[in-house]
């Protein structure tokens, strides 16, 4: 049987750990998908919006077939709190969480590290002009 969405939202709201407040009820993936372009629209700049659009649109169709209930709660979790900390302006100056990065794949470091180097490279080249 395939969990429906309104049972995996509820799941997902009585996992609170306690550390954090939790997210509203947890959206469903579409007007969750619809939110972020949202939040980027409104709340970023043109260069981070596109570099961000693209990166939900990869990670969205990614996890477009998942069947772990577990493993699509923690997706659409924290997509939502980061559609919550892009609407509150509070991601500037951010660090990452270090409970987060431990939690990461070789693969996911090896992501974030391809994306600090793009991001200075970046940096390097506005700074030149």
């Known amino acids: 049987m395939k969990p429906s969405r309104r049972s995996l939202a509820a799941a997902a709201q009585a996992a609170g750990n306690g550390l954090k407040p939790a997210p509203m009820a947890l959206l469903p993936p579409v007007p969750l998908y619809r939110r972020l372009f949202r939040a980027h629209r409104k709340h970023l700049p043109k260069e981070m919006?596109?570099?961000g659009d693209e990166y939900i649109k990869a990670e969205f169709r990614a996890h477009r077939n998942?069947?772990?209930p577990a493993h699509?709660?923690?997706f659409l979790t924290e997509w939502q709190l980061y559609?919550?900390?892009i609407e509150g302006d509070s991601w500037e100056g951010d660090k990452l969480d270090p409970e987060k990065v431990a939690?990461?794949?070789d693969q996911q470091i090896g992501q974030l590290y391809e994306l600090m180097q793009?991001?200075?490279k970046r940096?390097?080249?506005g700074g030149e002009e």
């Open 49 to 51: 919006r596109l570099l």
């Open 66 to 68: 998942v069947d772990n």
């Open 72 to 74: 699509l709660i923690g």
């Open 83 to 85: 559609a919550q900390k």
């Open 103 to 105: 939690k990461m794949s």
């Open 118 to 120: 793009a991001i200075r």
């Open 123 to 125: 940096d390097e080249e």
